[in-house]
């Protein structure tokens, strides 16, 4: 099984959630992609990490790593990206590699320890943070959002459960490509331009929702983590940033981790990131688009910081087993535009932040990807975290996943190259 394109792929509270904004180039991303944001109460103190508990086995048979195959992974798409970097962690073996050049203009290598935006992947946080809150009696899953963000969706919206908005069964419309720019020169001129959340919600409600009955159909979209952001926002009275700051990033040490509100550049050692812009006389220029406004999706990790991230949300030391067990509950519904070819069959494949996938192996993985405009980065592992998969990827063809060289990677990582 092959990853494949969804049909789709942050005064008073109020008041600073509407002043917390997303950036254009991310939304322009999310638009191009097919796979990638009441009354507040007092704040509580961020919960502490739990104890870590062992991870069942799952009896997947992982072939060894093949250095040469994931290498081979990693350099096989030269016409269309400038950089790579992956982490392969476990008990089942390590390996780290590289390819390209973090940058065009002197050559320089990739680091190993390079940082990168992170795109979709910050659902998951934001899931998580969800989850927490949930967790701490703050929040009903089963009840309708409406109940603690009134005024935000229209009056002839039903009732949209909480849970909805995190396993992409919320019925919300998505942003469309009249939105926001979507060409290259469009996205290098408004690159730093941002927005609120609740415009963006706003802008999103106007189009037709993709089906009637929340929680009867799957289809991946940006519009319910909008509206989660926010509803992290009203019930903590703090931005959604520093919510995964100081609930996540600090307690679990991820210090090379940031999930910046207003910064545009990329602290320490990275990988520019590029968009390749059509020329009059035809061809086309690599522009460097490192440089963003932060928003939604605008958090900034590494390969190690992720791995250790995953690793803690799977041993359960950031939620307990009653919302622990949200991460792993896949709805039994059908996937709007599914096929037999998706993750999914035809069938729901995103839990609460995350993506399931069976590989043609047999070996299941559960993880996210995640795109920007000069960036694209996963994360994947074994439920049992015998085998974990970190990369990030450098595309120059502008926003979304680039799905070959993704499943090159995923296969190199976690299938036997050989095929035997």
Same mark, same amino acid.
């Given at each position: 099984?092959? &990853? ?9 509270? #109020? /008041? #600073? ?31 502490? /990490? ?8 799952? %009896? ?105 908005? &995190? ?30 959340? #609740? ?18 159909? +799957? ?10 952001? $926010? ?9 959604? +940033? ?15 981790? /940031? ?19 059509? +020329? ?14 932060? %928003?939604?999706?605008? $958090?900034?990790?590494?390969? #190690?910081?992720?791995?250790?991230? &995953? ?15 949200? &991460? ?9 535009? %599914? ?32 795109? /920007? ?24 063809? %502008? ?22």
């Amino acid at each position: 099984m092959t &990853l494949q394109p969804s049909s789709s792929d942050a005064g008073t509270t #109020a /008041t #600073a959630a509407r002043r917390r904004r997303v950036p254009v180039a991310a939304l322009a991303c999310a638009v191009l992609t097919a796979v990638t944001l009441g009354t507040a109460v007092p704040a509580v103190a961020a919960p502490a /990490t739990r104890a870590a508990v062992s991870v069942e086995h799952t %009896g997947d048979q992982l072939p060894d790593l093949s250095p040469k195959a994931l290498q081979q992974a990693l350099s096989s798409a030269p016409d269309r990206v400038t950089g790579v970097l992956a982490r392969v962690s476990g008990p089942d073996g390590h390996w780290t590699g590289t390819y390209g050049t973090a940058d065009v203009t002197t050559g320089a290598p990739v680091p190993v320890d390079g940082r990168f935006r992170l795109g979709s992947v910050t659902k998951t946080f934001i899931a998580t943070v969800v989850l927490q809150l949930a967790a701490e009696d703050r929040v009903d899953l089963d009840q309708p959002v409406q109940r603690y963000l009134p005024n935000v969706l229209p009056d002839s919206y039903p009732p949209i459960p909480v849970r909805t908005l &995190l396993n992409f069964t919320s019925s919300l419309p998505e942003l469309t490509a009249d939105d926001l720019p979507t060409t290259p020169d469009g996205i290098v001129e408004h690159r730093f331009d941002d927005h609120p959340l #609740a415009e963006l919600v706003a802008k999103a409600v106007r189009h037709e929702r993709p089906f009637s009955d929340p929680g009867r159909m +799957q289809v991946y979209g940006a519009t319910g983590y909008y509206v989660a952001a $926010m509803l992290v926002e009203n019930l903590t009275g703090h931005p959604y +940033q520093q919510e995964i700051t100081t609930r996540i990033v600090q307690p679990l040490h991820l210090r090379d981790t /940031t999930a910046p509100e207003t910064g545009t550049t990329i602290p320490g050692p990275h990988s520019h990131g590029y968009i390749a812009v059509p +020329q009059p006389a035809g061809g086309t220029q690599l522009v460097d688009i490192t440089e963003q406004n932060p %928003g939604a999706g605008g $958090m900034v990790s590494t390969t #190690a910081d992720l791995d250790r991230f &995953l690793t803690a949300l799977f041993r359960g030391r950031l939620l307990p087993p009653t919302e622990q067990a949200e &991460l792993f509950d896949v709805p039994d519904v059908p996937y709007l535009g %599914g096929t037999d070819h998706d993750p999914g069959h035809g069938r729901a494949y995103y839990s609460a932040g995350l993506l399931r996938a069976t590989l043609p192996n047999g070996v299941t993985v559960w993880g996210k990807t995640g795109s /920007t405009f000069g960036y694209t980065d996963g994360m994947f592992t074994t439920r049992d975290l015998r085998r974990r998969l970190t990369y990030s990827f450098n595309p120059t063809t %502008g926003g979304g996943n680039d799905l070959a060289l993704v499943n090159r990677i995923l296969s190199a990582t976690f299938t036997d190259p050989t095929g035997h």
